[in-house]
């Protein structure tokens, strides 16, 4: 059964303190694995999409990485406003193609506090 | 300005009264998707449509229907709704060359 499964649930950092965020993944065929920010009360809002092991995204202070198995969230010295919930999704393949399924994992709660 | 919208905003209801709520988008996508979030479950497929001849369900599709006569509009019906279906909703839509997803801005329903 395809699965995604984000770690940890919440994390809570000083202005400026660095970390990653995890996102393991088991499916069938890998389409394609997003990461997406989702302020309290909207939408998700697009960040990344990584298509094959090895790949990396950057964006200001983020950076998506991807292995055979799991995405890491990486986070440089992240500020009050990248306070979000950040949610990671999978796209599987199946023996017909591409599916128009999404898989998405729990999300991974931050806080930055100043 | 590429707009995902979804109607209404916010709805309560009582058990077995059906209801639909609406999304539209002005992006000329073939792909348009519902999901449902809920705490603890995070975002959850409900039903995806890849053009307007073919719709499949996605991971939670019981309780749920929904139509795409055309490409822009694809209403999520509920046609006996229960508590159960009290959630979240998202409506999303993508173009054919790109994987970036662009939600809505939700749809907070309350069944009673």
């Known amino acids: 059964e395809d699965q995604v499964t984000q770690s940890p649930e919440a994390l809570r950092l000083q202005e400026g303190e660095s970390s990653s965020l995890n996102c393991s993944y088991t499916v069938s065929g890998l389409r394609g694995l997003f990461w997406y920010r989702q302020d309290p009360g909207k939408g998700p809002e697009f960040l990344f999409t990584?298509?094959?092991a090895g790949e990396e995204k950057e964006k200001e202070r983020l950076k998506a990485t991807l292995t055979k198995k799991e995405s890491f969230l990486h986070i440089t010295a992240p500020k009050p406003e990248d306070s979000a919930t950040y949610l990671c999704a999978v796209q599987a393949i199946n023996g017909s193609g591409n599916t128009g399924k999404l898989i998405f994992g729990q999300g991974t709660t931050l806080q930055v506090k100043p | 300005e590429a707009q995902v919208t979804q109607n209404p905003r916010y709805l309560i209801t009582v058990t077995g009264k059906k209801l639909t709520v609406t999304c539209s988008q002005n992006m000329n996508h073939e792909y348009m998707s519902w999901y449902r979030q809920d705490p603890g479950l995070g975002l959850r497929q409900i039903y995806y449509s890849m053009n307007v001849e073919v719709t499949d369900k996605g991971d939670v599709p019981e309780g749920y229907k929904v139509s795409r006569k055309e490409k822009r509009n694809f209403p999520l019906i509920l046609e006996s709704p229960s508590p159960n279906q009290t959630s979240l909703y998202f409506c999303?839509?993508?173009?054919?060359?790109?994987?970036?997803?662009?939600f809505g801005p939700g749809t907070r329903l309350t069944v009673l």
């Open positions: 999303a839509t993508k173009g054919a060359h790109h994987n970036e997803q662009f």
């Open positions: 990584l298509y094959s």
